[in-house]
């Protein structure tokens, strides 16, 4: 399936977006995380563009070739889903499917919360939803404290974000030394070996950053079966042409992020039908054995929880089992390509 680029401009911001699929389809969005860009779903895009979707996947603000404003408090969350917002009305409107993975999986919470309207369905990968914002001060208190004792690992796996608060620069610098090695260390697929032990993510502020005192990733050749080396290339470059700074901006808006979530309608609980998918082996977003998982199961109205043997990377780690998964939960909830038109 061919993926067509376009460019959505308003007063407030500029959108690069692809597309592919039937353009009277019903709509199905693909939001991604850090540090990725809209061809992160090349492969779900093509499969449901296949099933009669028209797919849209942005590039976020901060990433790819979607605008990057300078500020740091650019990044909230609410300017985030004000930019989703404009893109839909712009693509018709109707209530779509939302589909995220790490920070796109909080926007798309967020969406649907704060605007209920444009949501048939959510699916959420390797990140859960919080209703009280996605946030140090909601994070932190869900650590498991048998693998991260308070008085050795305050924050937990949840160090690196906290780093990103403390020595912003530091950590921008470190990424920006080497982005292609950086995006290779980043892009590695999970293995269950580290399953109940603690996470280098644990550990950046006392190790100097992420890469310690090297301050810098150890060039390793990209892995194929993760991201078609064609893509990936696409994904270096964008790095190279903006840095890290915009992106990493996302994680300095605690304050505002759970300020905005407290607006959220219904206490921000989501009455759409929800699909988590978790990642068994994701050291730092897995719900399985601690408290992650609560407060979206509180929060949910109709909630669907599929678990696969992966690390964070699930989009690119189990390209067809997230297909499938996604499709048996469509058609369970009628909510598939047939019953949106």
């Given at each position: 399936?061919?993926?067509?680029?376009?460019?959505?401009?308003?007063?407030?911001?500029?959108?690069?977006?692809?597309?592919?699929?039937?353009?009277d389809g019903p709509l199905m969005f693909f939001l991604h995380g850090w540090p990725a860009i809209s061809l992160f779903w090349r492969a779900q895009m093509d499969a449901f563009a296949a099933d009669g979707w028209h797919c849209i996947?942005?590039?976020?603000?901060?990433?790819?070739?979607?605008?990057?404003?300078?500020?740091?408090?650019?990044?909230?969350?609410?300017?985030?889903?004000?930019?989703?917002?404009?893109?839909?009305?712009?693509?018709?409107?109707?209530?779509?499917?939302?589909?995220?993975?790490?920070?796109?999986?909080?926007?798309?919470?967020?969406?649907?919360?704060?605007?209920?309207?444009?949501?048939?369905?959510?699916?959420?990968?390797?990140?859960?939803?919080?209703?009280?914002?996605?946030?140090?001060?909601?994070?932190?208190?869900?650590?498991?404290?048998?693998?991260?004792?308070?008085?050795?690992?305050?924050?937990?796996?949840?160090?690196?974000?906290?780093?990103?608060?403390t020595h912003f620069d530091a950590a921008v610098a470190d990424l920006d030394a080497d982005h292609a090695a950086t995006l290779t260390s980043v892009y590695q697929p999970g293995s269950p070996a580290p399953v109940g032990t603690v996470s280098p993510s644990a550990t950046v502020t006392r190790n100097g950053g992420r890469f310690g005192a090297?301050?810098?990733?150890?060039?390793?050749?990209?892995?194929?079966?993760?991201?078609?080396?064609?893509?990936?290339?696409?994904?270096?470059?964008?790095?190279?042409?903006?840095?890290?700074?915009?992106?990493?901006?996302?994680?300095?808006?605690?304050?505002?992020?759970?300020?905005?979530?407290?607006?959220?309608?219904?206490?921000?609980?989501?009455?759409?039908?929800?699909?988590?998918?978790?990642?068994?082996?994701?050291?730092?977003?897995?719900?399985?054995?601690?408290?992650?998982?609560?407060?979206?199961?509180?929060?949910?109205?109709?909630?669907?929880?599929?678990?696969?043997?992966?690390?964070?990377?699930?989009?690119?780690?189990?390209?067809?089992?997230?297909?499938?998964?996604?499709?048996?939960?469509?058609?369970?909830?009628?909510?598939?390509?047939?019953?949106?038109?």
């Amino acid at each position: 399936m061919t993926l067509v680029s376009r460019t959505f401009s308003t007063p407030r911001q500029t959108t690069h977006y692809i597309e592919c699929g039937r353009p009277d389809g019903p709509l199905m969005f693909f939001l991604h995380g850090w540090p990725a860009i809209s061809l992160f779903w090349r492969a779900q895009m093509d499969a449901f563009a296949a099933d009669g979707w028209h797919c849209i996947a942005p590039d976020l603000r901060g990433f790819g070739g979607s605008s990057a404003p300078a500020a740091k408090d650019a990044y909230t969350i609410e300017e985030v889903v004000a930019d989703m917002a404009e893109l839909h009305d712009h693509l018709g409107g109707e209530a779509a499917i939302w589909v995220g993975h790490d920070w796109g999986s909080i926007v798309v919470g967020a969406l649907a919360a704060h605007e209920p309207k444009r949501c048939r369905g959510v699916v959420l990968t390797s990140w859960a939803y919080f209703p009280d914002s996605n946030s140090l001060a909601t994070l932190v208190p869900l650590v498991d404290r048998t693998i991260y004792p308070a008085d050795q690992y305050p924050d937990g796996q949840w160090d690196y974000y906290r780093y990103y608060a403390t020595h912003f620069d530091a950590a921008v610098a470190d990424l920006d030394a080497d982005h292609a090695a950086t995006l290779t260390s980043v892009y590695q697929p999970g293995s269950p070996a580290p399953v109940g032990t603690v996470s280098p993510s644990a550990t950046v502020t006392r190790n100097g950053g992420r890469f310690g005192a090297a301050h810098r990733a150890t060039p390793t050749p990209a892995d194929p079966s993760l991201w078609p080396l064609a893509d990936f290339d696409v994904l270096v470059q964008a790095f190279k042409a903006h840095g890290f700074g915009a992106s990493s901006a996302w994680y300095t808006n605690d304050d505002s992020n759970i300020a905005y979530a407290r607006e959220a309608p219904d206490g921000g609980r989501l009455s759409q039908p929800v699909l988590f998918f978790n990642g068994e082996w994701d050291a730092i977003c897995t719900i399985i054995g601690n408290r992650q998982g609560d407060p979206m199961r509180a929060a949910c109205a109709d909630l669907t929880e599929a678990y696969v043997s992966a690390g964070h990377w699930l989009p690119l780690e189990r390209k067809a089992e997230l297909v499938q998964t996604i499709r048996t939960w469509l058609q369970s909830k009628n909510l598939d390509a047939a019953s949106g038109n």
